[in-house]
């Protein structure tokens, strides 16, 4: 039975070791996630969905802080797994550690390397407008997301798609080619291919300054940052001097000439703003600072003001 010890931390990373934990021939020795963490307005102490899942399965949980030097990687050192096996887990693993597997290191990994190396490819893929993202799953090395690559797979994004949506489908796409590619590894059956340097983009993780959203991008463009941001961190805008959190737009076919941040359209259930290039979209879903998200009906039940030609989104707040 091959040993393996597990890191991964997000949602993510779920399906993934819950489906090495049913497998008969693999054993999870431990599993390595991010310490509990309090969240949310109350501060509750929240253990991560890997830790979770490994504690019902039984199986030992590490956390340490860092990594490197740690209690937790010497006892990951000590084990000697077969493989060492990450999805997500958010630090990166000394040579030391890597070493530790006696026959590989691998990751899963929710971009098509070498595009999108970083913590945030899932997110950038669909900001930048991709029409495809997918898995990689390659051996660890020291560097950043640039091990030599063992399996791959594309998936589509559609226009319906957002982070969350592919992260739940890049998810299962992971866990089954992981479980395609491990006996041919193990078999030495897989000829690694090395990643193209000239091909390298990065994806770190998303800064608060990137969660604006600039209102001069196009309307498609301004729907990809939306769909890239959610569910989290959700992407904002200075809407009627209030920094306000966009959930959901709709780019429309008409044209205006209007400048960008201007309504366009604006009745009882609709507000059309303008964007760049002269495109237009309409809001759907929004949440103004210190209030419940809401529809665009409350929304404009509140804001009567905006009115066609109303330059509706700034740079900063009134």
Do not use: C
């Not at 991964?8 to 509990?36: C, M, R, S």
């Not at 630090?91 to 971009?111: D, M, T």
């Not at 029409?131 to 319906?160: N, S």
């Not at 941001?229 to 209007?258: A, C, H, S, W």
């Amino acid at each position: 039975m091959t040993s393996i010890v597990f890191m991964g931390t997000p949602q993510f990373a779920v399906p993934i070791l819950a489906a090495l934990v049913k497998n008969p021939n693999y054993e999870v020795k431990a599993v390595v996630t991010q310490p509990d963490r309090r969240v949310g307005r109350k501060h509750l102490l929240r253990q991560s969905p890997v830790k979770e899942e490994a504690v019902k399965a039984g199986i030992e949980v590490l956390q340490p802080e860092k990594i490197n030097h740690s209690q937790e990687m010497q006892r990951v050192i000590d084990l000697a797994p077969d493989l060492i096996i990450t999805a997500a887990f958010g630090q990166f693993l000394p040579s030391k550690l890597l070493a530790a597997a006696r026959v590989a290191a691998i990751n899963v990994h929710g971009s098509l390397l070498p595009k999108y190396r970083g913590g945030a490819p899932i997110q950038y893929a669909i900001i930048n407008g991709e029409h495809e993202t997918g898995v990689t799953i390659m051996y660890m090395v020291k560097k950043m997301d640039a091990g030599d690559i063992l399996a791959q797979q594309a998936l589509p994004i559609t226009e319906d798609d957002d982070a969350g949506t592919m992260f739940d489908k890049l998810s299962i796409l992971g866990r089954d080619l992981l479980l395609q590619t491990l006996p041919r590894l193990l078999a030495g059956q897989i000829k690694p291919v090395k990643q193209d340097p000239a091909k390298v983009t990065f994806a770190p993780n998303i800064s608060s300054e990137q969660e604006r959203i600039d209102y001069h991008l196009t309307a498609s463009e301004i729907d990809n940052k939306v769909r890239g941001l959610r569910p989290f961190p959700i992407g904002n805008m200075i809407i009627d001097g209030v920094r306000t959190k966009v959930y959901d737009v709709t780019p429309l076919e008409q044209t205006t000439d209007l400048p960008a941040g201007q309504v366009v359209e604006a009745g009882k259930h609709r507000l059309v703003l303008a964007a760049g290039r002269g495109t237009t979209y309409q809001v759907n879903e929004l949440k103004p600072a210190g209030k419940q998200k809401m529809a665009i009906t409350p929304y404009l039940n509140g804001h009567q003001n905006l009115k066609e030609g109303f330059q509706a989104v700034t740079d900063d707040k009134n």
